[in-house]
């Protein structure tokens, strides 16, 4: 295929655009990365975010540009979650098989590294440079200091969107007829908090382990960190008797972790001081269409499709966006129109099917945590799975373990339920769930 | 109720605009209406619009401001469909009872006389002034040539957007965290086309009908104007055999024409010379959440629940959330944060039904009206309706008669189509659809 080199500008630093520049170098392009905000290897990170937990579909995208080694150096292994029930043990659930594993990574120090890995690469980068406007048919850029002000303009080949939920590429795509688009939010707010290292630096909790603090309408999260401490996130409803909005000061955030998270008490005294120094923080799924405009526009990751964090995607499904769109670039080399409209059309129902499965995991979180017949029937399928790995691969798995389209998993999700919804009604089924009985029903079901 | 006169900005001179602007004379405020484009009473109309149909909402608005009767000598009553399918005579079905009747108005002839009505009761016009940013919590507006030119302040007491479906007031509103949108567009667009009067000024076609010639995935509808000619509006898929794409020049507009719909052939030159003179546009739904900010900016009509265009509900239910609006200021006086919050409360669960009513009726029109199951059951509900007129009012009837919400309709519409999907399985039911067997069917499963 022949590949002609374009002048290539890309709207956003975050992980997606610094990582999309890392391939279009690769490809021979000229890439420059335009981002409204600071450099962020200059300044402290935010403070506002949610560890990251890269995946297979993150480690593929990693590998295929040479770069899956380096960043396993800034991240840990997390083959479990660590449940912390009020006045019981903690347990552990295992994620996957023997091997099978998330990886935790803060986001400011991947940010950071993949900067650094794009500048090396030869992407120039453009910091505190605010584009304001977009001429999608020319791909021309306009930047300024303010909207008002007196505007620079550039001219571009190529222009990818990479600027995240609130992108301003997608915002000019919006003006246009017959463009979808939908950005729903939650009722709950989610902040971040700091678990400090040890003394001697080692990490307070099990260090390769998910921790999860589940109460019903609200939760704790905890992933740790290579310095040794972890970063928690605290999501609770906006709104309501127990809410961002019902806790008002340092006295009240402290009787909330005691009532509710005494097991993280000793911590509790930094979480506090967070819990006002931090933001509260609202998440949104924004979903949109047409992704791309002609041979000139493409959005990549969270700009064309934001989802909510529940099942630890948002990153992994921004770069596999990347790695699909390379593949298509490998097969039609100049013909961009080609690129885009397949890369639109291939990506949209994968992204459609995550935000449906990250959402339906935050109500699942919410509400069914606690619920003995969930997860009575979790344990089914777990057996099962267990018995059968050939027959039955659970959803999560085939999100977070395998590389198949997000919208197969989503049907053969849907199809498994179904089943399980038999199996759960089968009488006595809390006494008899691992007999030979359940067993059969369910391969005759799966044979329908 | 205290009543303090405020000073009020309306931000667009539509329909909705000026209706909210009588209101609110008549309440004593000061009020100001921006509109962006030139006054439409100095200008040629756009060439784009689908006639009015009011019904009783509309008109119930229009008679609590004394205009009922003064806007009834601009519309014309249509009592019945006539319904054109070739090849066979045209056929009439009543929409109501004796006495019930839509009314068809042109938009540009009743904007017009609104804008007339509000100037007459006070309220002050500003045209060609483009309103550019708001300052929601200090309800600011800016206005100015362009948006980089330099702005002219403005300071209110209250600001409504009443600037269609893609309003700048809800646009500003957008870009909030936590505030909840969607527009998305159907795959068919529409083109105004005109039946002009004969020689003699009289109409060319059935006068008091509302005429439509279905044809599966497209559709011509006529509604009759007051100088006696008709504005018709083709609905036409934008892409695929046959399709605005489909057609390039007026030999392939004649043809669809003499091919489609020979019974209008005689109009046929002048429609084909149309085709190309008016636009093409897209119809959107668009859903939004909150509607009104603080107690210092609402939205009222398309900018907060534009709908398409298959119920004729579009400015009833614009005109709906004035008098809902109107109640409430009579309830609590000055406090604007009530009177807000209940106005959405009240009002977005109604524009959701109707906009899921409507979106309804467009796939039902596309798909259905041709499908000989569908008839036999809409003629089974009239003949019990008939017969029973206080079991079963039909759904139709609900929205355009009668003054009961929005949401309601919905809830009973999906109520009577369970009841008739059992109906309809019933064996030799096209034979018996209207004994006693199947009165007793129904009365039965009203009463479950």
Chains 1, 2 share one sequence.
């Not at 905000?37 to 200059?42: A, L, V, Y």
């Not at 300044?43 to 993150?58: D, K, V, Y």
């Not at 905890?222 to 310095?227: E, S, T």
């Not at 885009?340 to 059309?345: D, L, R, V």
């Amino acid at each position: 295929m022949t590949q002609t080199s374009k002048n290539i500008a890309i709207i956003g630093s975050g992980l997606v655009g610094s990582l999309l520049a890392i391939y279009l170098k690769k490809r021979g392009h000229a890439v420059t990365v335009f981002d409204r905000r600071p450099d962020i290897r200059t300044i402290e990170f935010s403070g506002r975010s949610i560890n990251l937990a890269m995946s297979n579909r993150g480690w593929r995208a990693l590998r295929e540009v040479g770069l899956e080694d380096s960043i396993k150096e800034i991240a840990i292994p997390l083959e479990k979650r660590a449940m912390h029930v009020n006045e019981k043990p903690v347990y552990f659930q295992k994620y996957g098989k023997d091997g099978e594993a998330i990886w935790s990574i803060s986001r400011g120090i991947l940010n950071r590294k993949m900067i650094d890995l794009a500048e090396e690469s030869g992407a120039k980068f453009k910091f505190n440079e605010k584009v304001w406007d977009i001429d999608l048919p020319e791909a021309k850029l306009f930047t300024g200091e303010t909207e008002k002000s007196e505007w620079k303009e550039y001219q571009y080949d190529l222009i990818f969107g990479c600027d995240g939920a609130f992108s301003r590429v997608r915002h000019k795509m919006q003006r246009r007829s017959r463009f979808d688009y939908s950005q729903s939010f939650i009722n709950v707010g989610y902040k971040e908090l700091t678990i400090p290292p040890n003394a001697d630096g080692s990490h307070k909790l099990e260090k390769n382990s998910f921790h999860i603090w589940p109460r019903g309408k609200f939760m704790l999260i905890a992933m740790p960190n290579i310095d040794g401490s972890f970063t928690c996130t605290l999501f609770l409803p906006f709104e309501g008797p127990v809410s961002f909005e019902s806790i008002t000061n340092t006295k009240e955030a402290q009787e909330f972790f005691k009532t509710y998270f005494p097991n993280v008490r000793k911590e509790i005294e930094n979480l506090a001081k967070d819990f006002f120094k931090n933001p509260t923080s609202a998440m949104v799924t924004m979903k949109c269409y047409p992704w791309t405009y002609w041979n000139k526009v493409a959005l990549v990751g969270d700009s064309a499709h934001a989802i909510v964090p529940f099942y630890g995607q948002g990153m992994n499904a921004g770069f596999e966006d990347i790695f699909v769109l390379n593949g298509l670039i490998g097969q039609y080399g100049d013909d961009w129109e080609t690129i885009f409209s397949e890369y639109q059309k291939q990506r949209k129902p994968n992204a459609d099917a995550i935000a449906e499965l990250s959402y339906r995991n935050f109500v699942e979180m919410s509400s069914k945590t606690a619920d003995q017949k969930f997860l009575l029937q979790k344990k089914i399928e777990k057996w099962f799975s267990n018995k059968h790995p050939d027959k039955w691969i659970p959803v999560y798995s085939r999100v977070t373990f395998s590389d198949k389209p997000y919208a197969e998993a989503l049907a053969i999700g849907d199809m498994q339920e179904k089943i399980m919804k038999e199996v759960m009604q089968l009488p006595d089924i809390a006494e008899k769930w691992d007999s030979e009985e359940v067993e059969k029903k369910i391969l005759a079901l799966l044979d329908n």
